[in-house]
């Protein structure tokens, strides 16, 4: 039983993108575990990792097991006024994730966050003046895309026509709860933000992502807490639905009912529904087949069905273009618009679900 | 490439509930070719079909051949007239459906009629009165859970609580288009009543069934016609959201976008999420795997996951019950207020979806 809450995938196939020392990141605010994956892709992908931060020494002491080359670093400040760096990479409680963010960019740095960026659309304004003020980036590692090579093969294989014209999506993010193992404000609905805002985060961004929309009307959004008592804060549950600018339609779940015996975390799909075809990713794993595999991609167009199984295959495109884009003051990842709209939907969505309750 | 049109499964598991002669049917209106796999599964159950009537030569001879122990009447009247029929069965043309219940209620009969049950809200007014007045049966088959083994299947598995409470239903329903071969009725939304009123109603059933609400508002409905301007008519896309009155919800999608590469005519999903564990069903393909194979149920619970291919274990138990509720009088099969609501909700979510456009 594989908990996820130190869920790292690592693509195998990652091209460094630049010679080391020529892109340096410090990294602070350990406080989800998402922050490992971030760190070492950024690392397979050129990236040197000087300096860590987190006043929490079990924490940081877990961090330079796992990056030797890094070092301590005895402040925020301290990173913030290293002239090497150029990037901070953290996984704050979410809800400090804009504060955080904000400062960085005022101290000249690009900043990377874990998903999701922001829990409220107040500090999403703040952060787009933010980087309108400063000219930096604010990045988040929507990584259920990012780090899974079927979403990314997907996303390749939409745009090339494949499956003809993008109508609609669903997105499932069940995820193992391991309510135990969790800090304590994973269950402050005000610090982790709630169930769509949280790991709905994610499906907003593979909305825009799969259908090319560049925004959308939240048609439904609903969240629940159906079997929790212990921890009324926690939603459970949450769902919604969206229209995009271009027609395209979501539909989106999102839960912490992942049952003890599935052999993985999460059993995430994602349906993309095109006018000639469609995809369906079964991203962690194939329930009910052996051997456990990540990364399929199922797809049947006008000339049959196939499965690909593209571990190994695709790697995770994003880091390496993340770095140039930071080196370049491009935007070839990921653009900020698209950033920042993914982490609004979710709001907006979370704002309805919450009024509705 | 099979088209679904005459898409007739019929149970290899199906003991007769009554003598040959005990139980006599009528058939009539052989607008969909859906009338040829009710008709088969009622006489595997034990039911005797006496009559046959429809206006059209060529496909009264259709039925005859797949039917040769049945007449041919010579009018609607003859099959209503018959004392040994107790049961009119009849796919007509979607808005006829109600009147031609009504019909055959009014002259002593039970009426068992291809889904979608109503086009409006108001025949399904009268058909309450209808059924009120006479003492009859106006039943429906929802065949995208009676006449699949896996979906059958799952309601034991979900009536023995081994997932816990059902907390959500997903339900996808594509359908291939076929348009050339399609009736002009089939593209008229007066007759044919919109998407979410015709394949819709299935998932409404299935709602009903799983989740065992007995009621649910529909907080959102779209239908749309993405990719036919030849048929500016036909809705080719909807979508709708349930919340049932015991909390549970649902989210359903149907499309006419099967892709000519399916080797089936849909690839009809169904996933039910509990507290402890969900049921995934594939129920007329499991893409990109061979061989191709109906009624495959996953079931992911604390204890771990399984793949069960049902076909020739389960049979389609409905029939043998709906004929010995006929026969006594009960409500074993289906209550008639179940197979009522099922037809209501999806036309208050086609109403729905229709003011929204």
Redesign the interface.
Known sequence: MSDGMNYAPVATQQAAVCQPGEFVFGVTALDHGHIYGMTQNLKRAGATCKLVYDPDPKKLAYFLKQNPEARAASSLDEILDDTDISLVAAAAIPNLRAGLGIECMHRGKDYFTDKTPFTSLSQLDEAREAVAATGRKYACCYSERLQNEAAEHAAALVASGVI??V??L?G?G?HRLSAGSRPDWFFRKQEYGGIICDIGSHQMEQFLTYTGATDADV??A?V?N??HPAHPELED?G?C?L?GNN?A?G?F?M?W?T?????NWG?GRT?I??????I?LRKYVD???EPMSENNL??????????LNVTGKVGFPFFGKFILDCLERTEHAMTQAHTFKAAELCLRAQVLADERN
């Open positions: 003809g014209q109508i609609q669903i499932l069940p048609s439904m609903r629940h159906y079997a549950f769902e639905s229209v027609g339609s539909y779940r839960d009912f049952p003890d015996g599935l052999r059993d349906v529904l095109g006018t000639a075809g469609y369906e329930i009910g087949r199922y797809i049947v167009t006008n000339d049959g069905e196939e499965h």
